[in-house]
T-cell receptor
Framework: DGGITQSPKYLFRKEGQNVTLSCEQN?????MYWYRQDPGQGLRLIYY???????QKGDIAEGYSVSREKKESFPLTVTSAQKNPTAFYLC???????????FGNGTRLTVT | ELKVEQNPLFLSMQEGKNYTIYCNYS?????LYWYRQDPGKSLESLFV?????AVKQEGRLMASLDTKARLSTLHITAAVHDLSATYFC????????????FGEGTQLTVNP
């Protein structure tokens, strides 16, 4: 079955540590996205990539980094520079054009 | 800058009743997306509205788009408990059609 796999589902880290969230898709989608969701709020775009080896900053890119070395994979690193990293992180992918986003099941990151 | 506003943000209704969720967006767009999110889960695509006057229906949910008024509605008919969820609308940005701006979400609770 095609889909988007995010891992891990839950992640706990100490402040000051970098952490990488995995996102893999087998939908053959060109575009991939990372969103952040805080309790009771909508989604905010962190980074997106429309083709391999290229990505752009979204609205809240500070303290995050990404790579897109393969079409299937778009990992997100939350660095120690991110001031408030505790959140629910959602990865999505889509065809180019008008197609809707397909979301992974999310990673809930807690930093203490 | 594109802003997407939903109202109401919280909606508690009884089973069997009808209600409408509104989604206003601030800049011209010919597309609008609706998503559903169950508590602690990811987002699921409900509707893609691609033109002015577009209407889509699935079960007890019907979505419509008025691009001139910059307004989309999600109408719930004869609500049932299974419809309890948070509903998000999202519109694409003019500068990059693949980047969506999400509303804050409408948290719907259907009571028996």
């Amino acid at each position: 079955d095609g889909g988007i796999t995010q891992s891990p589902k839950y992640l706990f880290r100490k402040e000051g540590q970098n952490v990488t969230l995995s996102c893999e898709q087998n939908l053959n989608h060109d575009a991939m996205y990372w969103y952040r969701q805080d309790p009771g709020q909508g989604l905010r775009l962190i980074y997106y990539s429309q083709i391999v080896n290229d990505f752009q900053k979204g609205d809240i890119a500070e303290g995050y980094s990404v790579s897109r070395e393969k079409k299937e994979s778009f990992p997100l690193t939350v660095t120690s520079a991110q001031k408030n990293p505790t959140a629910f992180y959602l990865c999505a992918s889509s065809w180019q054009g008008h197609s809707p986003l397909h979301f992974g099941n999310g990673t809930r990151l807690t930093v203490t | 800058e594109l802003k997407v506003e939903q109202n109401p943000l919280f909606l508690s209704m009884q089973e069997g009743k009808n209600y409408t969720i509104y989604c206003n967006y601030s800049t011209t767009s010919d597309r609008l997306y609706w998503y559903r999110q169950d508590p602690g889960k990811s987002l699921e695509s409900l509707f893609v509205l691609l033109s002015n006057g577009a209407v889509k229906q699935e079960g007890r949910l019907m979505a419509s788009l008025d691009t001139k008024a910059r307004l989309s509605t999600l109408h719930i008919t004869a609500a049932v408990h299974d419809l309890s969820a948070t509903y998000f609308c999202a519109a694409p940005r003019r500068t990059s059609g693949s980047r969506l701006t999400f509303g804050e979400g409408t948290q719907l609770t259907v009571n028996p």
